[in-house]
Nanobody, 124 residues
Framework: QVQLAESGGGLVQAGGSLRLSCAAS????????MGWFRQAPGKEREFVAA????????YIADAVKGRFSISRDNAKNTVYLQMNSLKYEDTAVYYC?????????????????WGQGTQVTVSS
């Protein structure tokens, strides 16, 4: 079955950096768009970034534009989220997701598979 396994979360001071990884299995990785979402306590899950399967184009949420970037390594079936200049408000559980559907990249319902999430905590 399809599995998405996030890693790389942790505790970091404001202004610091983290790189999240999401290893995928059970799917033809290079045919899937991949996305990162996050959910802070008491808030809805929100879109962070996406990278499309064909051509590698990326989409980044305005809240993190200029600080976060997304990339993928199809040989390793892995998608990454590089997070720089972290802020307290970036604290959340970060989820990766995979999709073959069409539609808006920021729409949660457009994704077929989800990981379990990894906690990112930014101290002020």
């Amino acid at each position: 079955q399809v599995q998405l396994a996030e890693s790389g979360g942790g505790l970091v001071q404001a202004g610091g950096s983290l790189r999240l990884s999401c290893a995928a299995s059970g799917l033809i990785f290079n045919k899937y768009d991949m996305g990162w979402f996050r959910q802070a306590p008491g808030k809805e899950r929100e879109f962070v970034a996406a990278i499309i399967w064909y051509g590698g184009g990326t989409y980044i949420a305005d809240a993190v534009k200029g600080r976060f970037s997304i990339s993928r390594d199809n040989a390793k079936n892995t998608v990454y989220l590089q997070m720089n200049s972290l802020k307290y408000e970036d604290t959340a559980v970060y989820y990766c997701a995979a999709r073959r559907q069409s539609g808006s990249y920021s729409n949660l319902d457009a994704y077929d598979y989800w990981g379990q999430g990894t906690q990112v905590t930014v101290s002020s």
